[in-house]
């Protein structure tokens, strides 16, 4: 099992509906979580960062934490389709002296006009 | 700020060559990160490096992949020799201090 499980979809939505991606993690030391966005052929780009259970927006992103069942999300409003790529979770932890980073699979998510 | 530069973005190779991926991070960040992605496997971490030391190389599939960080502007991921199971995108990361980490563009390698 990994540490971060991600459902890798695709996921096909049409223009303007609200998208949920979705997270599950198994380690409780997991303190730092963030989303990636990757078009395709280019590197992630870091979308959203958080540290505390509860949401956080930016735009038309909320990231939302809930520490107590391990999920992550992220919603997307009035959904466009620009928004059409991979979108990548992450979890950072604390261990032996290092920052390890896990990564989920990514989902793949299309905006049908 | 350019960003993470990375050369070449395309590499294409016969089994048994020697690859050699460039990469330069953001002036200013201390950590460097090399990945490679898969559709199979996803994004993998094979290597970091902080203040130009190697911290974590348990990704490193296997001895035939090295890393160097000469110094804090350029890095080089090098596989000797090459294997088509090496065809792959190879991405570079810098972060400040180990937290946010910003990806370059790619190298997507092909090894026939």
């Known amino acids: 099992q990994k540490e971060v499980e991600q459902d890798p979809g695709p996921l096909s939505v049409p223009e303007g509906a609200i998208v949920s991606l979705n997270c599950t993690y198994s380690?409780?030391?997991?303190?730092?979580f963030m989303w990636y966005r990757q078009y395709s052929r280019k590197g992630p780009e870091l979308l959203m960062y958080?540290?505390s259970s509860g949401n956080k927006e930016d735009g038309r992103f909320t990231a939302q934490v809930d520490k107590s069942s391990k999920y992550i999300s992220l919603f997307i409003r009035d959904s466009q389709p620009s928004d059409s790529a991979t979108y990548l979770c992450?979890?950072?932890?604390?261990?032996?002296?290092?920052?390890?980073?896990?990564w989920g699979a990514g989902t793949k998510l299309i905006i049908k006009p | 700020d350019a960003g993470v530069i990375q050369s070449p973005r395309h590499e294409v190779t016969e089994m048994g060559q020697e690859v050699t991926l460039r990469c330069k991070p953001i002036?200013?960040?201390?950590?460097l990160f090399w990945y490679r992605q898969t559709m199979m496997r996803g994004l993998e971490l094979l290597i970091y490096?902080?203040?130009?030391?190697?911290?974590?190389d348990s990704g490193m599939p296997e001895d035939r992949f090295s890393a160097k960080m000469p110094n804090a502007s350029f890095s080089t991921l090098k596989i000797q020799p090459s294997e088509p199971r090496d065809s792959a995108v190879y991405f570079c990361?810098?972060?400040?201090?180990?937290?946010?980490?910003?990806f370059g563009p790619g190298t997507r390698l092909t090894v026939t």
């Open positions: 990361a810098s972060s400040r201090d180990r937290y946010e980490q910003y």
């Open positions: 958080t540290y």
């Open positions: 992450a979890s950072r932890y604390y261990m032996d002296s290092n920052y390890q980073l896990i």
């Open positions: 380690n409780s030391a997991f303190q730092y």
């Open positions: 490096f902080n203040n130009n030391v190697p911290i974590d």
């Open positions: 002036s200013g960040h201390n950590s």
